[in-house]
């Protein structure tokens, strides 16, 4: 079964439009939650690490934030230049790799 | 300092032809990993390498996948023979890796992208 799941698949705003991305994971012994940004023809880019609920981490314009079931992050006036596919991924104390999800992929307008 | 580097980046090969692809990752990094990424999906772990021994290799195809990391640093996956289902980007990342399945930050390459005809 899907142990990462992220939504929406898509997701489009205009520009200073502010808007929050979903992850959402069924394993348990979390230790630790990724989001990277992965443009178009290029590997993912890592954005934050998350180890525990409660968690906040922020960059710029973006803030992810842990719970114990999910994870969200959070763009506030968001510009064109943020435009790219957003992926969460985990690892956990079952199984030692890291397993993403499939990603948001996220147009902003200007 | 430099980032993890790959060739070729693009690759088109007719079913049945074998491919290789090759690593550089980033200097004084242990841990060197393999993803596979179909598209609309994300990347999916094929293998990983702490200096040059395997660490996890459960999810190679390994009648058709192998890799190798000589001396710890640089690594190749080849393909042989490719099947339609290979065409992905195939991603190599590398990290400081101290411990074999330590949560350290995962940094990608470019991919190389494989299409089978």
């Known amino acids: 079964e899907d142990q990462v799941t992220q939504s929406p698949e898509a997701l489009r705003l205009q520009e200073g439009e502010s808007s929050s991305l979903n992850c959402s994971y069924t394993v348990s012994g979390l230790r630790g939650l990724f989001w990277y940004r992965q443009d178009p023809g290029k590997g993912p880019e890592f954005l934050f690490t998350l180890y525990s609920a409660g968690e906040e981490k922020e960059k710029e314009r973006l803030k992810a934030t842990l719970t114990k079931k999910e994870s969200f992050l959070h763009i506030t006036a968001p510009k064109p230049e943020d435009s790219a596919t957003y992926l969460c991924a985990v690892q956990a104390r079952v199984f030692n790799d890291m397993r993403f999800g499939a990603g948001t992929r996220l147009t902003v307008k200007p | 300092e430099a980032g993890v580097a790959q060739s070729p980046r693009y690759k088109i090969i007719e079913k049945r032809q074998s491919v290789a692809f090759w690593c550089n990752p980033i200097s004084g990094h242990a841990t060197l990993y393999w993803y596979q990424q179909i598209l609309g999906q994300g990347p999916k772990l094929l293998i990983q390498f702490q200096n040059n021994g395997v660490v996890d290799d459960s999810q190679l195809p390994k009648d058709r996948f192998s890799a190798e990391r000589l001396k710890g640093v640089d690594s190749t996956l080849k393909i042989q023979p490719a099947k339609l289902e290979d065409s992905a980007v195939y991603l190599c990342?590398?990290?400081?890796?101290?411990?074999?399945?330590?949560?350290?930050?995962?940094?990608f390459g470019p991919g190389t992208r494989l299409t089978v005809l």
């Open positions: 990342a590398s990290s400081r890796g101290g411990l074999a399945h330590s949560t350290d930050t995962q940094y």
